[in-house]
C-alpha cells in the first residue's frame, strides 16, 4: 500500500459514553432530517474531537451567543489539549459548532421551530460574529443572494 494510500492515525480525543452515542445518533438524525452532513468525527490538530463535550462545554458556559460575545471559543479548546502549533483552534472550532451543533442548541434550547432554521448556517455566519445577521428570507429582486441556505416551510 502506498504512504498516500494508507489510512491516517488520529489521537482519538472521542469520550464514547453510551450518552455520547445517543448523542451522536439523535445529531445524525437531525442533520439527515435537514438534509445537511454531519461529520461525527472531525479532526483538528492530528485529534477526533468530540462533538458532544462541545456542545456540553458552550452550553455550561452560556450557550453560542455568549461564548462568541465573550470570545471564550478557546477556551472550549483547552481541554482537548491540542499541540501549540494549532493555532486556529478556536476558529475552527467555533465553525465546527455553527456547521454541526448551531441548529441543534436553536431547536432543542431555544424551542425554534424547524422552519425558521438556516439550513447551513456556518455559511451564512461565515465572517460574521454574531449569527443574528444571518442572511434569511427571500432577496429582493436582483440581489446576489440565493435563497438556497433557508429552510422553506411548504
Keep these: ?49 468530540d462533538l458532544f463535550r462541545i456542545y456540553k462545554w458552550v452550553q455550561e458556559a452560556g450557550g453560542y451567543e455568549k461564548v462568541t460575545q465573550e470570545r471564550g471559543w478557546k477556551k472550549v479548546t ?4 491540542l499541540p501549540p502549533t494549532c493555532t486556529n483552534s478556536a476558529y475552527v472550532v467555533k465553525q465546527l459548532y ?3 451543533l448551531y ?13 425558521m432554521l438556516v439550513k447551513r448556517p456556518f455559511e451564512t455566519m461565515m465572517g460574521s460574529d ?20 433557508v429552510l422553506q416551510s411548504e
Design 1 to 49: 500500500m502506498s504512504k498516500a494510500a494508507r489510512p491516517r492515525d488520529f489521537e482519538d480525543a472521542i469520550q464514547r459514553t453510551p450518552e455520547y452515542e445517543q448523542f451522536m445518533a439523535q445529531l445524525d438524525a437531525f442533520h439527515r432530517q435537514q438534509g445537511t452532513s454531519l461529520t461525527k468525527e472531525p479532526v483538528l490538530g492530528g485529534k477526533k474531537l
Design 98 to 100: 455553527q456547521r454541526y
Design 78 to 81: 483547552t481541554p482537548f489539549d
Design 130 to 149: 454574531s449569527p443574528g445577521q444571518k442572511k434569511v428570507g427571500k432577496p429582493v429582486t436582483g440581489s446576489p443572494m440565493k435563497p438556497s441556505n
Design 103 to 115: 441548529n441543534w442548541e436553536q431547536v432543542h434550547v431555544h424551542g425554534k421551530p424547524l422552519s
